[in-house]
Nanobody, 126 residues
Framework: QVQLVESGGGLVQAGGSLTLSCAAS????????MGWFRQAPGKEREFVAV??????????YSTDSVRGRFTISTDSALNTMYLQMTSLKPEDTAVYYC?????????????????WGQGTQVTVSS
């Protein structure tokens, strides 16, 4: 079973940047959703961004609140995913998780993802 490990979180001032990484223990083949979610204290886990590979095509999606500021990508070996975060805001403060679902149908529902990393804390100070 594939395992996911996040890294790159930390403390940053508002307006700053961070890049998160998610390393998979094995290359992912076939169709899948590989995405980033976040959970702030007292709130439900929410969708941030996802890469969907299906039928040889790759598409990315992101939630409105991060579009234009966050960029999701993978390396050429398809076993590390990144989230480049710029213009960070205090409301971006959360634990960020990467997750994997072996399906080519895009989904933003965290309950439908099979494999999760342990999470990495991102704190944005005002």
């Amino acid at each position: 079973q594939v395992q996911l490990v996040e890294s790159g979180g930390g403390l940053v001032q508002a307006g700053g940047s961070l890049t998160l990484s998610c390393a998979a223990s094995a290359r992912t083949y076939g169709s899948y959703n590989m995405g980033w979610f976040r959970q702030a204290p007292g709130k439900e886990r929410e969708f941030v961004a996802v890469i969907v590979l299906a039928n040889g095509n790759t598409n990315t999606y992101s939630t409105d609140s991060v579009r234009g500021r966050f960029t999701i990508s993978t390396d050429s070996a398809l076993n590390t995913m990144y989230l480049q975060m710029t213009s960070l805001k205090p409301e971006d403060t959360a634990v960020y998780y990467c997750a994997l679902r072996f399906s080519g149908t895009v989904t933003f529902d965290p309950a439908k993802y099979d494999t999760w990393g342990q999470g990495t804390q991102v704190t944005v100070s005002s």
